[in-house]
T-cell receptor
Framework: GAVVSQHPSWVICKSGTSVKIECRSL??????MFWYRQFPKQSLMLMAT?????????EQGVEKDKFLINHASLTLSTLTVTSAHPEDSSFYIC?????????????FGQGTRLTVV | GQNIDQPTEMTATEGAIVQINCTYQ??????LFWYQQHAGEAPTFLSY??LDGLEEKGRFSSFLSRSKGYSYLLLKELQMKDSASYLC??????????WGAGTKLIIKP
């Protein structure tokens, strides 16, 4: 299957700093990328959907000024957690969907565990 | 509203068979996915059903009935490594994935 690479796998940062997470589709072009967060023992929660070259669509309750998403190319999307606080500590996962007609499966990155201290 | 229901937790014995059910109510339907997620890891794709019937892939099979809004994931010859959460997700008319809360499967020796 297609490969989505997410970096970093884990990060610890100080409260008040910003953290950038990258999501790359390595062997296919991704029209759409999804960003999720997952708290322990809970299901995935969709944060936003980004389409290449346009602004991300955020889910209700997700602060777009805090979670900045950039999808500048068909192979890269970034999520920046700005002014991080301990409550932002979570598991962040991206997934990407291809550009070909009929592409329905979204492939997941390996996730980023963010700890804000 | 859109809703995906699956049991919270199931327990089975190594070597046995287990069926994880998923029922859904969504605005439109463009397929149903099953993912496996081990603790602390991202989900991995198991199966995709868009037509009614049974799809078999080795020890794992997935069934879909669109008229009933129902699917199940069948795991045979259970192994300890199958202990994980199993997520059911439906792609709606906007091609957005609607996720179930996941079923935690515990395998006992």
């Amino acid at each position: 299957g297609a490969v989505v690479s997410q970096h970093p796998s884990w990060v610890i940062c100080k409260s008040g700093t910003s953290v950038k997470i990258e999501c790359r589709s390595l062997d296919f072009q991704a029209t759409t990328m999804f960003w999720y967060r997952q708290f322990p023992k809970q299901s995935l929660m969709l944060m936003a959907t980004s389409n290449e070259g346009s602004k991300a669509t955020y889910e209700q309750g997700v602060e777009k000024d805090k979670f900045l998403i950039n999808h500048a190319s068909l192979t890269l999307s970034t999520l920046t957690v700005t002014s991080a606080h301990p409550e932002d500590s979570s598991f962040y996962i991206c997934s990407a969907r291809g550009t070909n007609t009929g592409d329905t499966e979204a492939f997941f990155g390996q996730g980023t565990r963010l700890t804000v201290v | 509203g859109q809703n995906i229901d699956q049991p919270t937790e199931m327990t089975a014995t190594e070597g046995a068979i287990v069926q994880i059910n998923c029922t859904y109510q969504t605005s439109g339907f463009n397929g149903l996915f099953w993912y496996q997620q081990h603790a602390g890891e991202a989900p991995t794709f198991l199966s995709y059903n868009v037509l009614d019937g049974l799809e078999e892939k080795g020890r794992f099979s997935s069934f879909l009935s669109r008229s009933k809004g129902y699917s199940y994931l069948l795991l045979k010859e259970l192994q300890m490594k199958d202990s994980a959460s199993y997520l059911c997700a439906v792609m709606d008319s906007n091609y957005q994935l609607i996720w179930g809360a996941g079923t935690k499967l515990i395998i006992k020796p």
